[in-house]
T-cell receptor, first 111, second 116 residues
Framework: AQSVTQLDSQVPVFEEAPVELRCNYS??????LFWYVQYPNQGLQLLLK??????LVESINGFEAEFNKSQTSFHLRKPSVHISDTAEYFC?????????FGKGTTLSVSS | DTGVSQDPRHKITKRGQNVTFRCDPI?????LYWYRQTLGQGPEFLTY????????KSRLLSDRFSAERPKGSFSTLEIQRTEQGDSAMYLC??????????????FGPGTRLTVL
């Protein structure tokens, strides 16, 4: 079975600092990988996804993630965070028709 | 496209009572999923439908849980004889099945259940 490990449960950073949220998955087969963001009292929103092709994927709000097959990782990065990026971030992997999620990383951006 | 909607948004009930949640997917989506999210955890898959057929159920879905999608549109999730351990956020998602391609899931805002 698939599993997803998010190595950091909480990541506090200052505004305009760079950030990396780490995600590792377990799989011996080709996978689809995702990052979802959850703002307080809201549902999950897809941030970005890796399906195939270029290993570097980008979102419209400055986040990027790199698929590394040899390290089975899909870390999320942003060079300069904003207060509005404060949220819970979930890494997920496809498993059949379902998604398997990690436990989440709380990103807290302060001024 | 009004997005996935869920009703109610919050439900407080006493242990032993039955509760039912509703999910309305995006109109052209033929797949519908239920997930459960407990505090400090990521969402966990419960079950999914393609049209009105329930195609997969997780072992998390005990006998007290039942889900339906009678006309292939909205879905209901019922929990009978609720227990305190059922307290969680219940998330619904929908997607459009496309052969040979990943089906992106769109999530609703969730129903937060508190069992006293």
């Amino acid at each position: 079975a698939q599993s997803v490990t998010q190595l950091d449960s909480q990541v506090p950073v200052f505004e305009e600092a760079p950030v990396e949220l780490r995600c590792n998955y377990s799989s011996s087969v080709s996978v689809y990988l995702f990052w979802y963001v959850q703002y307080p009292n809201q549902g999950l929103q897809l941030l970005l996804k890796y399906l195939s092709g270029s290993t570097l994927v980008e979102s419209i709000n400055g986040f990027e993630a790199e698929f590394n097959k040899s390290q089975t990782s899909f870390h999320l990065r942003k060079p300069s965070v904003h207060i509005s990026d404060t949220a819970e971030y979930f890494c997920a992997v496809s498993w059949g028709s379902a998604l398997i999620f990690g436990k989440g990383t709380t990103l807290s951006v302060s001024s | 496209d009004t997005g996935v909607s869920q009703d109610p948004r919050h439900k407080i009930t006493k242990r032993g009572q039955n509760v039912t949640f509703r999910c309305d997917p995006i109109s052209e989506h033929n797949r519908l999923y239920w997930y459960r999210q407990t505090l400090g955890q990521g969402p966990e898959f419960l079950t999914y439908f393609q049209n009105e057929a329930q195609l997969e159920k997780s072992r998390l879905l005990s006998d007290r849980f039942s889900a339906e999608r009678p006309k292939g549109s909205f879905s209901t999730l019922e929990i009978q004889r609720t227990e305190q351990g059922d307290s969680a956020m219940y998330l619904c998602a929908s997607s459009r099945k496309r052969e040979g391609r990943h089906n992106e899931q769109f999530f609703g805002p969730g129903t937060r259940l508190t069992v006293l």
